[in-house]
Each structure stands twice: as C-alpha cells, then as structure tokens.
C-alpha cells in the first residue's frame, strides 16, 4: 500500500514537471511570473520559505523546457526575467513609499519606478537562467550549473554599481535563526547558495529514473544539519552581557513629510529630549537615537547643543545620527549623513559620515541626465550628500568601542567592519520612508544576520521601528514595534569571539562556488 502512495506522488510529481517544461510562450513568461511573485512570501515578515525553495526547482523545470526550442538562452532568459520582476516587485514594493513622502515632487515618478526597479534587478536572474542555459546539461549537473550561475549573479547584485544585496536567497529562512546561524561560517552569499541548491534539487523529483528524490532528500538532510547544529549554537552560548552599560534607544515615531518642516522641528527636538529623559526605566548610561534625528543641523544650533550638554551630563554618552555640511574654501558646500559621539557635558567625540550612500535617495548617479528629465533625489538637501571614508570603530567611554552604521550601511556582508573590530554596532536608520510595509521587517532581519555573521550584538535605532537590541547570535533581546513611539531600555549583550565568517569572509561562498563547477564540468567514469 505504501508503495502505491509512493508511485502515485512520484507519478503526479512527474506529470507537473512534465507540464512546465512543456509550457512556451507568453504561459512560460506569466508562470515565471506568478512563481516569482510567490517565492517573496518567504522574506520577513512572512518566513514560509518552502516558497522560495519552490520557486528555484521550477525556475531549472523552466530551462529544461527552454533549452528546446530554437532559441534557447534567450528563452531561458526571458524566464530567468519574468521570476525576477515577480519576484523583486512582491519583495521591493514598499520602495514606492519613499516616493509618497513628497508627493508633489515625487509621485509622479511611482509608476516608472515600479517597472524600472524590479525589472533593473531581474536582469540578475535573467542573466543567470541564460548562462545556466548556454552550458545545459542533463541529470544533477544541470541544478549544480544553475546553483552557480544563480548563486553568482546574487553576488554580482550585491556588489556591482554600489550593490544592492537586499533579500538575497538566505533571508528567506527568516522562520528559522537556527538555519541563519550558519551564516557565521559561509556568511550571507554562502548560505544563499545552499539555498539556491536545495530549491533547484527539486526539479530531480520529477526525472524519469531509479531515485529522482536522492538528491532533494541529500539537501535535507544538509538542512537538519544545520538547523541542528544551529540550534546548538544558541542553546549553548551564554547570554552575558557588559557590566555597567545601559543603553536607551529612542523611537520618537516621526512622520518622514513632518520631520524637517519649520512648525514641527521645535515639537520634535523636544519629543527627543522627554523620552531620553525618561524616569520609567534603568537610569541609561549611553543614548541613541536615529538616523538624522535633531529636525536641524545640530552642530549650528547653540541652544540644541546646549540641550545636548545637559543630557549628557553625569557621564552620560549621546549618540544621535545628523546631516552636516561643510563649506570649503572656494565657497562649495558639502552635506553628510553623519553620526556624533557625545560625551560628559555635551563634549563631541567623533564624527562618522555614512560612506555607503543610496543611488537616487541620498546622491543622484549621472546627475545632468536625470535632472534634465525632472528626476531629482529623494532627501532633499541642496545637493547630493557627499560619502564619508568608512567603516570606522570610535571609543566610547563606559563602553566598548563602537561601530556605527547608517541605514542602508547594514546590507552588505563583510563590509561593514572598519580596520579595527570593535565591540558592538550601532546602526540607526529611518525607516519611516518604508511606510508600514514588509520594508522594515526585511531589514531587521538583514541586521540580525549581520550580527551573526560578525558575532556583535547591534543596537539599531529607527525612527519609526523597528528599534531593537540584537545580541551576536542574532537574537533580539529588547525592541520596540513599528509606528510606536517610545524607548528601548537594555543591556547591552557582550560581543562573541570573531566567527569564521569574521574572519575569512566569503571563503566558505567561494570554495562551495567552485567545489559546484569541478562537479559540473568532471568526466563521467
């Protein structure tokens, strides 16, 4: 009787890979589509990532049915594109938010924006379906082909003109932190490749021969070992954390079209100062608050700073995300993302400018072509800000040294650690560009692996949430949820020793990357 349940599966298993293989036309692009679509629902806040490990095992099914027709690459392509727009539009929506916080110069732009930036992105895919469909084979070398090709053209999208890994393949395990621990050895890339094969291992199912499911089943088994090993991990670290350091991150939940408008700065300055002085909680010792927080440029207003040496007296530590501008000698202004370190009495520390800058919000690429059609940057600022040299570690008195990161700063794995480990990141950031929306959710998460990947427990601070202490295991210690205003009072979690991911970066990606091309392209015995 088993028997006959199993033949059954692997008889429907069959007839639907049969099925999309068979699918041509404009029914392959809009299947490619919809799965692309369905594979989001894998990122946070969702975490049902069966989806996108689906969506890999149809996306080789699909080159399977490619590689027969006349046009091969180009159809392949064409698929590998249909996935990404659908898959990059589901993820990414919540980028058309930005646009809405100035409507009257910006909305306009929402519809192209829409089209143009998912359909930027799936070129990734689209290349990697096509390279994967040039070089084709049969059997389990053709899901090694396509684990490489993919894996690979996720690497390039994190890197090329400035990079944007956001949602890459290991993020759809959101539901498991036992799995993301994994990310401490072979990093963010690493396990998107692991990912990768798994997905793509399914098509095996639907193969005509004696044991279509050893290798899905082989994936598994991959998976329970690291989910095990995972959970380990976390049940045996202990959760210590720095004796004398209470941190304060302020969430004053300010509406990004508010934030800078004349009748709202004083309102606003003054909701920064009542929460960081709030009686409710631990006395703190160091305070944060987001990014571009003071409603001003706070190194020209004296009565500010004069609030400032106020708040930081008895020793206390200030650290505040703040656009300043620098005038030159020729009369040229320069404007920064930056970051100040307060100390006792309001005494300025150190100042950090974001060095990792976003195309299109913070500076415009290629600017005399875009402004001569109307399209100017999201923040507005005389000019395009300009990128600082980081990243840095500062010392901060009653605590260990820190490494700042500014909002989008936190994307890139093993780029975000300056010559000098410190003991702790801070990263602030405004989310309220995002509207409430999937955005803020993806990019907790991104922080989260990020402190698994270094081993540094993260205080990130955002102006509207989600604002969250994370240990180095990547577990959340305190937060505070999306649209409240209030503070997050905690310890802070002590930093573990460096991974292997700390300190051999993408190693265990690349190695992983060519044991897959050996076995592609090995003789048969």
């Given at each position: 009787?088993?028997?006959g349940?199993?033949?059954?599966i692997?008889?429907?298993?069959q007839?639907?890979?049969?099925?999309v293989?068979?699918?041509s036309?404009?029914r392959?692009f809009?299947?490619?589509f919809?799965?692309?679509?369905?594979?989001?629902?894998?990122?946070?806040?969702?975490?049902l990532?069966?989806?996108?490990?689906?969506?890999?095992?149809?996306?080789?099914?699909l080159?399977?049915?490619?590689v027969?027709?006349?046009r091969p690459?180009?159809s392949?392509g064409?698929?590998?594109w249909?996935f990404g727009?659908?898959?990059?539009?589901?993820?990414?929506?919540?980028?058309?938010?930005?646009?809405?916080?100035?409507?009257s110069?910006?909305?306009?732009q929402?519809?192209f924006v829409?089209m143009l930036?998912p359909?930027g992105l799936?070129?990734?895919?689209?290349?990697?379906?096509?390279?994967a469909?040039r070089f084709?084979?049969?059997?389990?070398r053709?899901?090694?082909?396509f684990?490489v090709?993919?894996?690979?053209?996720?690497?390039l999208?994190g890197?090329?003109?400035?990079?944007?890994?956001?949602?890459?393949?290991a993020?759809?395990?959101?539901?498991s932190?036992?799995?993301?621990?994994s990310a401490?050895?072979?990093?963010?890339?690493?396990?998107?490749?692991?990912?990768?094969?798994f997905?793509?291992?399914?098509a095996?199912?639907g193969?005509?021969?004696?044991r279509?499911?050893?290798g899905?089943?082989?994936?598994?088994?991959?998976?329970a070992?690291?989910?095990?090993?995972?959970?380990l991990?976390?049940?045996?670290?202990?959760e210590?954390?720095?004796?004398?350091?209470?941190?304060?991150l302020v969430?004053?939940?300010v509406?990004?079209?508010?934030?800078f408008l004349?009748?709202y700065?004083a309102?606003?300055?003054?909701q920064l100062i009542s929460?960081?002085?709030?009686k409710n909680?631990?006395p703190?010792?160091h305070?944060?608050?987001?990014?571009s927080?003071?409603p001003f440029?706070?190194?020209?207003?004296?009565?500010?700073?004069?609030?400032?040496?106020l708040?930081?007296a008895?020793g206390?530590?200030?650290?505040t995300?703040a656009?300043?501008?620098?005038r030159?000698?020729?009369g040229?202004?320069?404007y920064f993302?930056?970051?100040y370190?307060?100390?006792?009495g309001?005494?300025?520390l150190?100042t950090y400018d974001?060095?990792?800058?976003?195309?299109?919000?913070?500076?415009?690429?290629?600017?005399?072509?875009?402004?001569?059609l109307?399209i100017s940057?999201?923040?507005?600022?005389?000019?395009?800000?300009?990128?600082?040299?980081?990243?840095?570690?500062?010392d901060?008195?009653?605590a260990p040294?820190v490494?700042?990161?500014?909002?989008?700063e936190?994307?890139?794995?093993g780029?975000?650690?300056?010559?000098?480990?410190p003991?702790w990141l801070?990263?602030?950031?405004?989310?309220?560009w995002?509207g409430?929306?999937?955005?803020?959710?993806q990019?907790?998460l991104?922080?989260?692996v990020?402190?698994?990947?270094?081993?540094?427990p993260?205080?990130?601070?955002?102006?509207?949430?989600i604002?969250?202490?994370?240990?180095?295991?990547?577990?959340v210690?305190?937060?505070l949820?999306?649209g409240k205003t209030?503070?997050?009072?905690?310890?802070?979690p002590?930093?573990?020793?460096?991974?292997?991911?700390?300190?051999?970066g993408d190693l265990?990606?690349?190695?992983m990357?060519?044991?897959?091309?050996?076995a592609?392209f090995?003789?048969?015995g």
């Amino acid at each position: 009787m088993a028997d006959g349940v199993v033949n059954r599966i692997s008889h429907a298993m069959q007839q639907f890979c049969d099925g999309v293989r068979a699918l041509s036309g404009w029914r392959r692009f809009v299947f490619a589509f919809v799965i692309g679509l369905l594979s989001a629902l894998s990122f946070a806040p969702f975490g049902l990532f069966p989806f996108l490990l689906i969506a890999f095992g149809v996306l080789v099914l699909l080159i399977d049915g490619a590689v027969t027709h006349k046009r091969p690459v180009l159809s392949a392509g064409f698929a590998g594109w249909a996935f990404g727009f659908g898959h990059f539009l589901a993820g990414l929506y919540w980028v058309g938010y930005a646009f809405t916080v100035d409507a009257s110069a910006h909305a306009w732009q929402i519809p192209f924006v829409a089209m143009l930036f998912p359909g930027g992105l799936a070129l990734f895919p689209a290349l990697a379906c096509a390279v994967a469909a040039r070089f084709w084979q049969t059997g389990w070398r053709r899901v090694l082909l396509f684990t490489v090709a993919y894996a690979l053209a996720e690497w390039l999208r994190g890197h090329i003109l400035t990079g944007f890994p956001w949602n890459l393949p290991a993020y759809g395990w959101a539901a498991s932190l036992s799995v993301l621990q994994s990310a401490s050895v072979i990093g963010a890339y690493g396990l998107s490749l692991l990912t990768i094969l798994f997905g793509a291992s399914l098509a095996l199912g639907g193969d005509r021969n004696a044991r279509p499911w050893v290798g899905p089943l082989a994936m598994a088994l991959v998976f329970a070992t690291l989910w095990g090993t995972g959970a380990l991990r976390l049940a045996t670290t202990p959760e210590g954390h720095v004796k004398g350091v209470q941190l304060r991150l302020v969430q004053p939940d300010v509406p990004q079209h508010e934030k800078f408008l004349p009748q709202y700065r004083a309102r606003n300055w003054q909701q920064l100062i009542s929460l960081s002085n709030e009686k409710n909680g631990p006395p703190p010792t160091h305070i944060i608050w987001p990014e571009s927080a003071p409603p001003f440029l706070l190194a020209r207003n004296g009565e500010a700073l004069d609030n400032v040496s106020l708040l930081t007296a008895n020793g206390r530590v200030l650290m505040t995300g703040a656009a300043r501008v620098v005038r030159e000698n020729d009369g040229t202004f320069h404007y920064f993302n930056a970051f100040y370190i307060f100390a006792h009495g309001g005494q300025l520390l150190a100042t950090y400018d974001k060095f990792h800058l976003v195309p299109f919000g913070e500076y415009l690429p290629l600017a005399s072509v875009f402004e001569a059609l109307g399209i100017s940057k999201l923040v507005d600022s005389p000019g395009s800000f300009t990128a600082g040299d980081g990243p840095h570690t500062y010392d901060v008195p009653g605590a260990p040294s820190v490494g700042p990161l500014i909002c989008y700063e936190i994307l890139f794995p093993g780029a975000i650690i300056g010559k000098h480990r410190p003991g702790w990141l801070v990263n602030v950031t405004d989310d309220s560009w995002f509207g409430p929306s999937t955005g803020p959710y993806q990019h907790l998460l991104t922080a989260r692996v990020r402190a698994i990947e270094e081993g540094l427990p993260i205080a990130r601070d955002a102006n509207t949430g989600i604002s969250a202490v994370i240990d180095g295991l990547g577990r959340v210690r305190a937060s505070l949820g999306l649209g409240k205003t209030g503070v997050v009072d905690a310890k802070l979690p002590i930093a573990l020793a460096p991974t292997f991911y700390a300190l051999f970066g993408d190693l265990g990606f690349w190695l992983m990357l060519g044991a897959c091309v050996s076995a592609v392209f090995i003789k048969r015995g």
